[in-house]
C-alpha cells in the first residue's frame, strides 16, 4: 500500500509570484513552486511564471493597433478571463485558409486562436489565426 503525506497551507500564508504578492489563486499548474513548511504547514511560497509554448482562443473585445495589444475574452468552462495579448513585427497573421493576413483585419468581435508565450501579465503571439 502507497503512504501519502498530507501538507496543509494557513490562510496568512505569504504567496509570491514573480516576487509579486500574490493569492493563491493566482498560481497556475506550470509555474515552478519553492515552498517554505513548518511542520507539515506551508507558510511561505515561491513560484516562477514559466516560459512555455502555450494558446488561446476567445472573442476579441479591443483592439490596439498603435500599441500592437489585442484584448481576448478567453473561456474557461463557465468563466471567462480577460488576457492582453501583445504582437510585434514577427507575429505571423494567417485566416483560417492558412493565409497570410495583416492585423488590420481583425475586428472586435471576432475569434481568433492565438499560439505563443505567458510573459509577466501579458501573452505574446507569435501566431494568430482569425477563425471567423
Do not use: W
Not at 45 to 58: I, T, Y
Not at 77 to 92: A, C, I, K, P, R
Amino acid at each position: 500500500m502507497e503512504m501519502k503525506e498530507s501538507i496543509s497551507y494557513i490562510q496568512n500564508v505569504e504567496i509570491e509570484i514573480d516576487n509579486d504578492d500574490s493569492e493563491y489563486y493566482d498560481l497556475r499548474v506550470d509555474y515552478k513552486v519553492e515552498i517554505e513548511l513548518d511542520g507539515n504547514m506551508i507558510v511561505k511560497l515561491d513560484a516562477e511564471k514559466s516560459e512555455s509554448k502555450d494558446q488561446l482562443s476567445g472573442s476579441v473585445t479591443k483592439i490596439y493597433t498603435d500599441l500592437e495589444i489585442i484584448t481576448v475574452r478567453n473561456k474557461l468552462g463557465s468563466t471567462s478571463e480577460y488576457v492582453s495579448v501583445t504582437y510585434n513585427n514577427d507575429t505571423q497573421f494567417l485566416d483560417s485558409s492558412g493565409d497570410d493576413i495583416s492585423d488590420n483585419r481583425i475586428d472586435e468581435g471576432d475569434t481568433i486562436f492565438i499560439y505563443g508565450t505567458y510573459r509577466d501579465s501579458f501573452f505574446l503571439a507569435e501566431k494568430v489565426i482569425l477563425l471567423d
